[in-house]
């Protein structure tokens, strides 16, 4: 019960945040996200005395919460089919798919090594400012390029060795990324639109701004029936295989958790991977028995962009603010540092993945990198309204390589275990960051610019066939 208390205070914190947004010009204007400031709004309001008024709903209950709802949102990416075009263009854009999945899951596992490096360094240097050890720079990761859902995972972990305050740190660090992600990334976002660079853009209308659309004005389908409603829902059997999935991904971390030491305890409790895998393989089974069509595209778009909407404000109304003001000052310039490296090392490889979406990419890697996957898709949904690039099935499918991200996060748990202390623990992630370099050179990530800071845009080396050019053929 305490559950649905909780879910129904995060809807009333995103209508609240809608009608924020409706009438100050401050949040029109910069397109901030309803459910970002209901985050804001949450946690001020968890902080001054809601806690606790409803039996159970606490900041525990709030961050079981973003941890379940983490997980939903990643089987509802891997459930997500590819877009139509990738079965009748020859190939051709399934190939251009594939590549940015690589070249994107390769940035992300690049960045994630350089954010630990920063983070490390400057708790090491600004942490005697309320005595804040160093090995909590190694959380900022798991805050800013995971999200708040594994930022509570591994932090959970942590604090049963003996880590305290591990948790709040945490999400601490994932609620300023959040913020990063959409104060920062918005204007980046219309700065791109207004340089031409997204290629699919549409105009920022009145109803764009106000964040809803009027009576009268024609929209988008939110999805395709597939299934016959006196038989089963549409939506029904979505959420029903949503619901296998997470049963599977439990399945999943039981047969993990037997692996030995630490290892076993830290893959286990990767819940995200885990639902992301299970969802892998209930959409290969579907697509062996030839009913893969069941699942909408558009639907499961939706349904993703609902946990991760919920994901925001949960992950926020989480945050004990109390715990962490004793740390504040090296959170603070921590955040800044990293949030600034991640925009640098984004644009400079985003320029250079060589397709005619790579602005997409750019700003999706930069969601991704301070926020969660679906963040970065929120940034994408500004570029790319009606998906016509295939920018968000890309990052579906960079979760894969971004498996590579194993050794650096096996070595910060071994480091929060004690198993190696965090001066050797930081010279491997050093060398880790450097081979991940290697590998993306020796598999080509990077080409010429397709774009640059002063917006000229240039012949991209990779396109998506447009259906024209598709039927031409």
């Not at 305050?165 to 920062?184: I, M």
């Not at 504040?328 to 644009?347: D, Q, S």
């Not at 679906?374 to 979760?399: K, S």
Request: aromatic content about 10%; charged content about 10%; proline content about 4%.
């Amino acid at each position: 019960m305490s559950a649905l208390f909780g879910l129904s205070l995060i809807g009333a914190f995103c209508l609240l945040g809608m009608v924020v947004r409706r009438w100050i010009p401050a949040f029109r204007t910069n397109m901030v996200p309803a459910f970002v400031i209901a985050g804001f709004l949450g946690a001020i309001a968890m902080n001054v005395g809601l806690s606790g008024v409803f039996d159970g709903v606490d900041s525990a209950l709030f961050a079981e919460l973003t941890a379940v709802l983490f997980t939903l949102s990643f089987i509802s990416i891997g459930l997500t089919p590819p877009p139509a075009s990738t079965r009748t263009d020859g190939g051709k854009t399934r190939k251009v798919l594939l590549r940015g999945a690589w070249a994107m899951g390769l940035t992300w596992t690049f960045v994630f090594a350089v954010q630990a490096l920063v983070g490390v360094a400057v708790v090491a240097t600004t942490g005697r400012f309320g005595g804040m050890d160093a090995i909590y720079g190694f959380m900022v990761p798991f805050a800013f390029a995971q999200g708040p859902g594994q930022a509570v995972t591994f932090a959970g972990i942590f604090e049963q060795q003996g880590w305290a305050g591990a948790v709040d740190v945490g999400l601490a660090f994932a609620s300023a990324g959040f913020a990063a992600a959409f104060l920062v990334g918005v204007p980046l976002a219309k700065w791109g639109m207004s340089k031409g660079l997204a290629t699919h853009s549409m105009g920022i209308s009145d109803s764009v701004s106000k964040g809803y659309f009027r009576e009268e004005e024609e929209t988008e389908s939110m999805g395709t029936e597939t299934t016959f409603s006196g038989n089963i829902d549409t939506l029904t059997f979505h959420a029903a295989m949503m619901g296998v999935a997470y049963v599977l991904a439990h399945g999943l971390a039981w047969i993990f958790g037997h692996l030995p030491g630490f290892i076993g305890d830290t893959i286990s409790g990767m819940m995200f991977m885990n639902g992301l895998l299970a969802a892998y393989f209930l959409r290969w089974v579907l697509r062996k028995i030839k009913v893969e069509h069941l699942l909408d595209r558009q639907m499961q778009a939706k349904i993703t962009g609902l946990t991760t909407d919920y994901v925001v404000v949960a992950s926020f109304m989480a945050v004990q603010a109390a715990v962490v003001a004793a740390w504040l000052v090296p959170i603070l310039v921590t955040v800044v540092l990293v949030t600034a490296i991640t925009v640098a090392l984004v644009f400079a490889i985003g320029q250079r993945y060589g397709s005619d979406h790579d602005f997409e990419r750019t700003m999706g890697m930069y969601g991704t990198l301070t926020g969660t996957t679906p963040t970065g898709l929120a940034l994408v949904r500004i570029l790319d309204p009606r998906m016509r690039t295939t920018t968000m099935a890309e990052m579906g499918l960079m979760n894969l390589p971004e498996m590579l991200y194993i050794p650096a996060m096996l070595t910060i748990s071994a480091a929060f275990a004690g198993e190696v202390g965090v001066l050797g623990a930081f010279g491997i992630m050093a060398a880790l960051t450097a081979a991940y370099f290697v590998i993306m050179l020796i598999t080509r990530c990077f080409g010429r610019r397709t774009w640059t800071l002063g917006g000229t845009v240039a012949e991209p080396t990779e396109s998506i066939p447009t259906p024209a050019t598709t039927a031409a053929e």
